[in-house]
C-alpha cells in the first residue's frame, strides 16, 4: 500500500471564527487515518476553525485539516461510550446518538466543532458547574506526537492533562473515546426568568433553588446605572418523555431545518449602540415573554448554527471575543466594574453571556475556574484593543484569566499570570516536542513554550 | 426506482465519492458490503455506516487491477454476501498527464485502472445479473470522457470508453430488467483535486453522494453532478474540433 499522497494547499488570508487575524498559511488535508502525521517543520492541528481569534492559524507553516478524519469506530449503546476519529463533530455525534437517546456530556454554542478541537481547548458548557469541562468525560484519546508516533493518553498520564486544554500544542489528536449522557427525549424543558440587576442576576445563577442542569444568562451591556448588568437568566434540563407534547411521535427526534446562509459581510457601521440596543430590546421581550416552554435542544443549544457564517454579520473588519472568569469572591466586584467601563465606552457587545463555573478541572491549561465567567462578542473597531486592555487590568487585579480558544488579542503577561501551570505544560512539551514542531500564531504571539 | 434494501456492493469503497454513496445508500436502509485494497480502512469506514445509519456493512479485499481474480471474487461475494440488489463502480486513478505523455507506464496505468479493469468486473457482474434478470450497476465515469483535452486526455479517454461501454451494457441489461446509470461528476472535493487551482464548481461529496443516490431513484441513466455540467459538456461538445484544437483546455 503506497502512502497517502499529501498535496498542499496554500491558503491566503486564513482566520479564525473572528476573523481577526489574518494569516498566510498551507494545508494538507488527509483522508485516511493513517494519514495523519505531523508534516514539514512546523504544523498545528485545525478542525473547523471555530476559535476565534488565531488559535488555529500557523503563518508561514502547515495546517493539518483533520476534517476528513471522521468516522465513528465503536459506539456501546448500554453504556453509551463511544469511540471516533477527532475529526467527527458534535453535529455528527448528535445526528446519530440522540436517537438513541444519547447526548453530548458538554457542548459549546456551537455544534459545527469536531472532537480534536473540543479537546484542545477544553471547552465548556451551561452545565459547567454540574459535568464539569469537555476532557472531564474522555477516559482516553489517541495521539499523533512530533516524532510521528501514536501514543495512548489516559487519565493521570501527563500528556492526557497538558492536551486537554493545550490548544493543539502537544500534538495531533487522532481518536477519542466520549462517555455520552442518557437522555429520554431530543427536546429541553426550559425556564426564563427576567433579572434587573446584576446582583440579582448573579443570585439567580448561584441560588440552589433556581439551579438546573443548563444555566446562563443573557445581560443587556448597554444597561447602565441601576440597571446594570439586568439580563434573562435561563435554565434548562433535558425533557423527560412525559414532559413532551403527545403530538410529537419520536420524541428523539427533531425536525431537519435548512441553514439559512447570512447573505453578505454587513458595513461597520450596521452594528452600532443604536442597533444593538434596538436588538436588545427585542431580544429581551422575545426571550422574557415565555417564562416555561419545550424545545428542540438546537433552539436552546445552537441558536446561532441556524445562520450559516453568522459572523459575516461583524463585516470585514471582523469582531473579538471576550471572555474571563472571575473567582467567586471577586467575581461581582470584577464584573461591575467590567459592565461599568463597557457601558461607559459605549463599546456595545452585541452576545453577552454570564455563567457560573463548577470546580476546576486538572487540564494544565484548561480555561474555567471555580466562580463566574462572561462571554462579550464585541465588532472591531479603532481603540478597541486599548479598551481591551484596560479590562485585562481588571480582570488580573481580580485574580481572573481569560479562554485562549476566544482570543486574539492579549499580551504574553496576561496569559503568564492567569495560568500558573504554564510552566510545567512548557517543560512537558519540551520533552515530547524538543523541536517546538507543533506551534501556532496563538503560541507565538503568547511567548507560549517559545 | 424504488431502492430496494437488498445487499449493495461497493467496489472501490475508500474513496471519498464512494464513501458517501455508501452513506446516502445506508441512510436509505441498505446493507452494504464494502470492497477495496485498503482493509484497516474499510474496517473504519465499516464501522462508521454502521454506527450512523445502524445498518449491517461487511468488507472484502478486492484487487480492481488484478483482472483474473474478479470472476472469483465475485462468486465468492456472492456466496458469502449475495445475491446483490446493486453494485457501484466508484474506483479509479487520476493520474498525472504530464507524467502520462512521457512515460508510456504511467499512461498504461491510467489506461488499464479506469477502463480495462472497470470492464472486466463489469464483465463479470453483468454476465451474473442478466441471468438473475434483476438489479442495477453505478458507474462513476467522469465529465472528462466527453470530451479529449489536451489538459488530461489520457483520463479523459479510459473514462470515455468507459462511457461508451456503459452505453452498450445499459442497452443490453435493459432486456433482462437491470439497470445502469452512468454518473459523470465534474471536479470533487477530495484528495484527488486538493491544492489544484482554479476548478470550476467544484463540488463536496456528500452533495455527490446524495445526488447519485437520488438519480438512482429516479431511474437516471446517465447523471451529470452536479447538474451544469450537463450543459457546460453539450457546449463543450459542441465546439467544432477546428475551433476546440487551438483551445488548451
Known amino acids: ?450 | 426506482m424504488p431502492l430496494s434494501p437488498g445487499p449493495v456492493l461497493v467496489l472501490g469503497a475508500t474513496s471519498a465519492i464512494a464513501r458517501s454513496v455508501a452513506l446516502a445508500l445506508a441512510a436509505k436502509g441498505c446493507s452494504l458490503v464494502l470492497a477495496g485494497r485498503d482493509e484497516p480502512e474499510l474496517e473504519r469506514i465499516k464501522s462508521d455506516l454502521e454506527i450512523r445509519c445502524g445498518v449491517s456493512v461487511s468488507h472484502l479485499v478486492f484487487d480492481a487491477e488484478d483482472e483474473t481474480s474478479h470472476k472469483a471474487f465475485w462468486a465468492q461475494a456472492e456466496v458469502d454476501h449475495g445475491p446483490f440488489k446493486g453494485v457501484v463502480l466508484a474506483f479509479g486513478y487520476l493520474g498525472d498527464q504530464q507524467r502520462a505523455q512521457e512515460d508510456w507506464g504511467e499512461a498504461r496505468s491510467v489506461l488499464e485502472r479506469n477502463f480495462v479493469s472497470a470492464a472486466s468486473i463489469l464483465h463479470v457482474v453483468a454476465q451474473s445479473m442478466e441471468t438473475r434478470g434483476e438489479g442495477w450497476i453505478v458507474v462513476l465515469s467522469s465529465v472528462a470522457g466527453d470530451r479529449g483535452r489536451m489538459s488530461n486526455y489520457v483520463y479523459g479517454s479510459a473514462k470515455g470508453g468507459l462511457t461508451i461501454f456503459l452505453q452498450g451494457l445499459r442497452s443490453r441489461l435493459q432486456k433482462a430488467g437491470v439497470h445502469v446509470m452512468t454518473v459523470k461528476p465534474g471536479p470533487v472535493d477530495t484528495a484527488m483535486t486538493f491544492g489544484m487551482d482554479r476548478l470550476p464548481l467544484l463540488a463536496d461529496p456528500q452533495t455527490v453522494g446524495k445526488a447519485i443516490v437520488a438519480g438512482l431513484a429516479q431511474g437516471k441513466d446517465v447523471l451529470y453532478v452536479p447538474t451544469p455540467w450537463r450543459l457546460i459538456m453539450f457546449v463543450l461538445r459542441s465546439v467544432p474540433e477546428k475551433i476546440f484544437k487551438k483551445t488548451s483546455l
Open chain 1, 1 to 450: 500500500m503506497l502512502p497517502e499522497k499529501q498535496a498542499v494547499k496554500d491558503l491566503a488570508a486564513l482566520g479564525g471564527w473572528g476573523r481577526y487575524p489574518l494569516a498566510d498559511t498551507r494545508a494538507v488535508r488527509p483522508e485516511r487515518a493513517r494519514g495523519l502525521t505531523p508534516v514539514g517543520e512546523h504544523c498545528l492541528a485545525r478542525g473547523l476553525g471555530r476559535a476565534y481569534g488565531d488559535a488555529a492559524l500557523l503563518s508561514g507553516g502547515t495546517l493539518v485539516l483533520t476534517e476528513r478524519l471522521n468516522r465513528f469506530l465503536a459506539f456501546d449503546p448500554e453504556s453509551g461510550v463511544v469511540r471516533a476519529e477527532a475529526g467527527v463533530t458534535l453535529k455528527d455525534l448528535l445526528e446519530a446518538l440522540v436517537p438513541r437517546g444519547w447526548f453530548v456530556p458538554v457542548t459549546p454554542g456551537t455544534k459545527n466543532c469536531t472532537l480534536g478541537g473540543c479537546l484542545a481547548a477544553d471547552v465548556h458548557g451551561k452545565n459547567h458547574h454540574r459535568e464539569g469541562t469537555f476532557s472531564n468525560h474522555v477516559p482516553e484519546f489517541e495521539i499523533v506526537l512530533a516524532d510521528g508516533s501514536r501514543q495512548t493518553a489516559r487519565r493521570g498520564d501527563d500528556l492526557f492533562w497538558a492536551t486537554a486544554g493545550g490548544m493543539g500544542l502537544t500534538g495531533l489528536a487522532s481518536e477519542l473515546t466520549l462517555q455520552m449522557t442518557p437522555v429520554e427525549t431530543a427536546f429541553m424543558r426550559v425556564r426564563h426568568t427576567r433579572s434587573k440587576d446584576l446582583d440579582r442576576t448573579i443570585e439567580l445563577l448561584t441560588d440552589p433553588g433556581h439551579d438546573a442542569r443548563y444555566t446562563v444568562a443573557w445581560i443587556d451591556c448597554l444597561a447602565g446605572g441601576r440597571n446594570l448588568g439586568r439580563g434573562i437568566f435561563m435554565a434548562g434540563e433535558h425533557a423527560l418523555r412525559s414532559e413532551v407534547s403527545l403530538r410529537v411521535a419520536n420524541p428523539l427526534s427533531v425536525p431537519f431545518r435548512r441553514q439559512k446562509p447570512f447573505p453578505m459581510d454587513l458595513p461597520g457601521w450596521a452594528l452600532n449602540p443604536t442597533t444593538i440596543k434596538a436588538f436588545n430590546l427585542v431580544y429581551d421581550w422575545a426571550k422574557g415573554r415565555r417564562t416555561e416552554f419545550v424545545c428542540d435542544y438546537d433552539q436552546f443549544f445552537y441558536p446561532l448554527d441556524g445562520i450559516q457564517g453568522w459572523n459575516r454579520m461583524y463585516g470585514k473588519r471582523g469582531f473579538l471575543q471576550y471572555q474571563y472568569v472571575l473567582p467567586t469572591a471577586t467575581a461581582r466586584e470584577g464584573t461591575r466594574l467590567v459592565l461599568e467601563r463597557l457601558s461607559q465606552a459605549k463599546k456595545a457587545s452585541f452576545l453577552a453571556v454570564l455563567k457560573r463555573f463548577g470546580p476546576q478541572g486538572e487540564g494544565w491549561l484548561s480555561f474555567p475556574t471555580e466562580g463566574l465567567t462572561l462571554a462579550l462578542d464585541i465588532p472591531f473597531s479603532d481603540g478597541l484593543l486599548t479598551f481591551l486592555d484596560e479590562l485585562d487590568d481588571i480582570v488580573l487585579s481580580h485574580g481572573g484569566r481569560l479562554y485562549m480558544a476566544k482570543d486574539a488579542r492579549m499580551k504574553p503577561a496576561v496569559l503568564r499570570s492567569g495560568y500558573p501551570r504554564l510552566g510545567d505544560f512548557c517543560e512537558f512539551k519540551k520533552s515530547i516536542d524538543p523541536e517546538g514542531r507543533f506551534d501556532s500564531d496563538m503560541a507565538r504571539r503568547l511567548g507560549l513554550c517559545h
